[in-house]
């Protein structure tokens, strides 16, 4: 069946940097379109970033542009976020999800499969 692992959180500073991983089972990888999201404290479901099957295209919220850098290792079945420059704003849990195909690509809804999800906390 497929499974989604999101590992990586924790508490930050603001400034500071975290790297989340999500571990990918039970389909073929290589061939979806991969998403980020992340829910904050009495919010609802956001959407982060989208990035292509090859990794050579990613989309970002433009709460996260240049922030963020979302890629992947085909080989491992893993995908990444980078999270530079962290803000209080960006405390949530975050999770991965694979796209649904046919979905929009910064559509929160837009995906049949997700994680679990690894807690982010920015505060000093």
């Known amino acids: 069946q497929v499974q989604l692992v999101e590992s990586g959180g924790g508490l930050v500073q603001p400034g500071g940097s975290l790297r989340l991983s999500c571990a990918a089972s039970?389909?073929?990888?290589?061939?979806?379109?991969m998403m980020w999201l992340r829910q904050g404290p009495g919010k609802g479901p956001e959407w982060v970033s989208t990035?292509?099957?090859?990794?050579?295209?990613?989309w970002y919220a433009g709460s996260v542009k240049g922030r963020f850098t979302t890629s992947r290792d085909n080989a491992k079945n893993t995908l990444y976020l980078q999270m530079d420059s962290l803000k209080p704003e960006d405390t949530a849990l975050y999770y991965c999800?694979?796209?649904?195909?046919?979905?929009?690509?910064?559509?929160?809804?837009?995906?049949?499969?997700r994680g679990q999800g690894t807690q982010v906390t920015v505060s000093s």
């Open positions: 039970g389909f073929n990888f290589t061939s979806y379109f």
């Open positions: 999800a694979r796209r649904r195909v046919g979905a929009f690509l910064e559509d929160a809804d837009g995906y049949d499969y």
């Open positions: 990035i292509s099957t090859s990794g050579a295209m990613g």
